[in-house]
């Protein structure tokens, strides 16, 4: 790959990096890793170049973000033994993502999660959108945001950071209002993977931006996600119907395999959840301010992820509809259950619930949600 610019902040470390991650399998070798963010070219979409950055921290950890869809492809961090490996699912060239993988790494938009077979009233006015998985509308449609090439541009300051904007037209996939989006990613030298979004609109709309990054803290999706420990900070969660849509109901997950409240491993009690995991739940910190809601850990890599939020619920999906057809860009094959998502964002189905936290965006407001992903490991 070459690389076409490359900012340096202060910082180098001359780290031993062994690639044995999620997308990529490589043997050890010394590289000189350098602060800062790096973009390299990374193909062509929709007659656009697109590029890969990597943003590189202090400790030589780093992070890389294609302009296409706003993916996050990698994360490559050290286990307790110094192991580097990717802790996300993601390819290494872009032909992985125009294959249409399950949304990896990708930001999600104009709305996040289920719209009830495609409609929602603005007004009186009804809007219909694609209905792109059975019934109902998922992740913005058929082209949504994972699937569209962001503008870039690199923040130059102390810290990486790379801002991403994407300008989503008046009824582009029967969304009413002109969408300015805009995205920044950071990586901080504490291994925060820091989300920013804020959007405006010329005519009222609905918004529920997420990533949908498939975190596997083993680092090898050889490995399912089951004996991994899941903490979540939600007293409720929102059941839903066969096809995924809430049915307006706000649960106790009390005494349920819902009840993440204290850290339980993920598999002890999947098989009592018809299909797996894949439910909003109801975050105790109810949105608003920037709270820590979950952690995930995994004893033998000895890595933990922390969420920290500013939206009101996190669907917990257990990759359950993985079945070992895509394969990494080194060939394996990714089954049932070898990744998670823990997606920050509004309830699904929230136009069509008026008794959930409302994800309506009219003109003159300017929307803001943050989110930031912390992994750390444990010795
Ligand atoms: C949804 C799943 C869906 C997955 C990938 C998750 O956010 O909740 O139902 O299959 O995304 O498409």
Known sequence: MKSISTITLGLSALITV??????DQKKAENMDVKKGITKASFGNADGKEVFLYTLTNDKGDQVKIST?????????????????SSIVLGFDSLSGYLAKPPYFGALIGRYGNRIARGKFKIDGFEYTLATNDGPNHLHGGNKGFDKVVWESSVANDSIPSLSLSYLSKDGEEGYPGNLQVNVKYTLTDEDELKIEYSATTDKPTVLNLTNHSYFNLTGDVANTILNQRLQIDADNYTPVDST???????????????DFTTAEKIGARIDSVKGGYDHNFVLNS?????????????DGSGRELQVFTTEPGLQFYTGNFLDGTIKTSDG????????????????PNSPNQPSFP???????????????????VTK
């Not at 995924?244 to 819902?258: D, E, N």
């Open 286 to 298: 109810k949105g608003g301010s920037l709270q820590k809601v979950a952690t995930l850990s995994d």
């Open 332 to 347: 394996k094959a990714i089954n049932k259950n070898t990744a998670l998502c823990l997606e920050t964002q509004h309830f």
């Open 358 to 376: 409302s994800t309506l965006l009219s003109p003159g407001q300017t929307f803001h949600s943050e989110t930031v992903y912390k992994l750390s």
């Open 244 to 258: 995924l849509i809430p049915t307006g109901q706000i649960v106790s997950v009390k005494g349920t395999p819902f």
């Open 68 to 84: 296409y869809g706003g993916v996050v492809t990698s994360w490559v961090a050290p286990d307790k033994s110094g192991n580097r």
């Open 18 to 23: 062994s690639m044995i991650s999620c997308n």
